[in-house]
């Protein structure tokens, strides 16, 4: 047996065992001040895919480029064509499988062209609400500022369309605000439009 599929059955022991849970994860931009964040309730039986998508949504992504996760030494994406073959599959280990517990950190990197990194921090187990609870459902708890739009050009590039959003006078201020579109404001953040586009993507089956 390999080590991977050891690391596996391990996980899939542990997960036999374990009283079902909710994760409180903090995930926050890194390299980007003031910090954008979020914070969200995720079930543990969700997978790293599922949370990939979860976390789309939470950072208003549109999910066309790929992603991983790292924990430790360990590496997961979604089968892709261009995924590399020595990672693990994101849609078949659960969070629960990876027996996170409070002070745990996970990785998330989305677009290895802009090399967005966010760092998961699980701050708090949460027992499961009741099967008939909307709150079994990802939910979002609170969160600050705007994520930076896709393909901006990574932190350089976020910084640089700031800078020219706030300076009317800025050569390119026209050309990012045309781009960004009329409401892009990198300061604020609408927790309840989000929060609801989760409980939709849910009831749709999107996640």
Do not use: C, N
Request: hydrophobic content about 35%.
């Amino acid at each position: 047996m390999t080590p991977a599929s050891t690391k596996k059955l391990a996980g899939k022991r542990r997960l036999a065992l374990r009283t079902p849970q909710q994760l409180l994860l903090r995930a926050s931009m890194r390299d980007i001040t003031p910090p954008i964040w979020r914070s969200l309730r995720i079930p543990d039986d969700f997978t790293l895919h599922q949370l990939h998508r979860v976390l789309q949504i939470a950072f208003s992504r549109l999910d066309y480029h790929l992603y991983e996760f790292r924990a430790g030494e360990r590496r997961f994406q979604a089968p892709d064509p261009e995924a590399e073959e020595t990672y693990e599959d994101a849609t078949r280990i659960t969070l629960g499988e990876l027996a996170l517990e409070p002070g745990g950190h996970l990785t998330y990197v989305y677009d290895f062209g802009d090399d967005w990194e966010h760092d998961l921090l699980v701050e708090r187990l949460l027992p499961m609400p009741d099967a008939h609870s909307p709150d079994r459902s990802p939910r979002l708890v609170d969160g600050a500022r705007a994520a930076p739009p896709e393909d901006v050009g990574g932190t350089g590039g976020y910084e640089r369309m700031v800078a020219a959003l706030r300076d009317r006078t800025d050569p390119e201020h026209r050309s990012y605000r045309l781009w960004a579109g009329p409401t892009y404001d990198p300061d604020r953040f609408d927790p309840w439009a989000v929060d609801h586009a989760l409980a939709l993507a849910v009831a749709w089956g999107a996640i």
